[in-house]
Structure formats: C-alpha cells, structure tokens
C-alpha cells in the first residue's frame, strides 16, 4: 500500500472516531507489512498444524524446511536449539502450540472470543492427551514390542480419546461440523493432522465416530486446504 493512501485517508479521522478507526489502520498497516518465517524439518511433525493454520488463512509464510543432515548448523540459530520456530517481523518465537495458538489468533482461526478460545483450546489439549497416548507407540523400536503397544493403544486408548473428543464435539459444535462455534479454528486442523498418523496404522479408527470421520472430511473440503494436501512434499509423518 503505498503512504499516499495512508496520508489521504487520515485527513477524515480528524473529525471522525479517531481512536478506533486509527487502531484499524494501524492494525492494516502492521498486518501488511508482517513477515511470517516458519522453520521446521520437511516433515509434518510439529510444523504442520501452523503451516496449515497459514493455509486455512491464505497467508504468505516462508516455508523453510531442513532435512535431517542440514540441521546440526542450523540448532545454535533457535532459540531452545529445536524447531519449529516462528519469525515473526523478525524475532523467534519457539514451541509449537505458542506459534499455532498466536497464528490462529492472528488469522481469527482460534475462537471469536475468549471463551470460545478456551473451548478451542479444551479441544487442542484433548487432542494432547491423545497424542501423549500415542507416544510408546511411535517411538518404541523394536517390532514385536512395538506390535502390542500398538495394539493396547488402538484397543484401550483411542477409544477413550476420541469419546472425549465426541463429547466436547456435542458441547461447542452448535451441531455443526466443526468442534467450535460453527466455525473452522485450529482444533479442527490439529485433529485432521494428528488422525493421519492414526488412520495410517489403523483406517478403521474412526469407524465408530462419523462426527470425527465428517469433521475430517470438511477440513479436507476447504478449497484451501485441498489444493494444498494435493501439492505439500509426500512425508512418512
Ligand atoms: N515442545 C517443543 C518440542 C520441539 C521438538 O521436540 N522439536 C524437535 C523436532 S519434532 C527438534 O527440534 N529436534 C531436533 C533437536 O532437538 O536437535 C514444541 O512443541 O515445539
């Protein structure tokens, strides 16, 4: 935007609201000129629910990804020496929920208020315990051990979680397809990238639950979103 539309379009504020229309242009002039760096591997890992929250968005971001042997240079840049990190107009921001919770809000993908963020974050800490769940499994390494840990979780874990899942679903969902309010927020988009790593080990997980089956398929629907599973790089997680 060039500084004569700023110039022009301040004369009126004299004599107007000036207080909240200038918190909006100032609100316009940082947002257009905010820089969004997100670093991570070229995996999903724990970069892939902010890039997605970019995407939902429509908003550039520089997409760094290191591979694996490009990484040991790179750890003394981060401020906790691990990834993924955010730039935002140039200073770092580390842990994955702190950048995907700040985007979300930046983008109006976290609640539209604060106690739907709560319920947003409700949600995301849910998807958490599950996740935590599924830890032995993805890092046991040896194969028969890793067979009946697999197991116990698909038989005795996922059950509970996504029956919590349902439950919170029912809560905030408004009967909709989305966990909050009836819109699209990041509790949506980290349930659609934690299930893939579920649904690939067991497709029938979610069988029993054609809310959770549905609100994965509207997430795919976002035009968005589904140009962008087509094209984002083939990773194993
Ligand atoms: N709590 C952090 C954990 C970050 C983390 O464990 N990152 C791993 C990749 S998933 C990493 O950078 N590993 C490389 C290293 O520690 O050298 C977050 O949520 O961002």
New binding site residues.
């Given amino acids: 935007m060039s500084p004569f539309f700023f110039s022009y379009i301040k004369i009126p504020l004299l004599t107007h609201n000036f207080h909240s229309f200038s918190a909006i242009l100032t609100h316009i002039q940082t947002e257009s000129m905010s820089t969004y760096k997100l670093t991570y591997?070229n995996f999903r890992?724990?970069g892939e629910v902010p890039r997605l929250v970019f995407i939902a968005a429509g908003q550039k971001f520089e997409d760094v990804r290191y591979e694996r042997s490009e990484?040991p240079p790179h750890?003394a840049e981060m401020p906790l020496?691990?990834?993924?990190v955010l730039e935002f107009d140039g200073v770092q921001l580390?842990?994955?929920?702190s950048i995907t919770r700040f985007l979300a809000k930046q983008f109006n993908l976290a609640g539209k208020d604060n106690f739907e963020q709560a319920k947003v974050d409700a949600v995301v800490d849910t998807i958490n315990d599950l996740v935590a769940a599924f830890w032995p499994v993805r890092h046991e390494e040896d194969e028969t051990k890793k067979q009946e840990v697999t197991k116990k979780f698909f038989d005795e874990e996922v059950p509970k979680h996504l029956k919590n899942l349902d439950v919170l679903a029912k809560l905030y969902g408004n009967g909709g397809p989305f966990f909050v309010g009836n819109n699209l927020t990041w509790a949506d988009l980290f349930f659609y990238d934690m299930l893939q790593n579920l649904l690939e080990l067991n497709g029938d997980c979610l069988n029993n639950h054609p809310w959770l089956k549905q609100n994965r398929a509207e997430v795919e629907k976002q035009p968005r979103i589904s140009e962008y599973l087509k094209n984002r790089p083939k990773t194993p997680f």
């Fill in positions: 591997f890992g724990l990484w750890k020496g691990q990834m993924p580390p842990q994955s929920k």
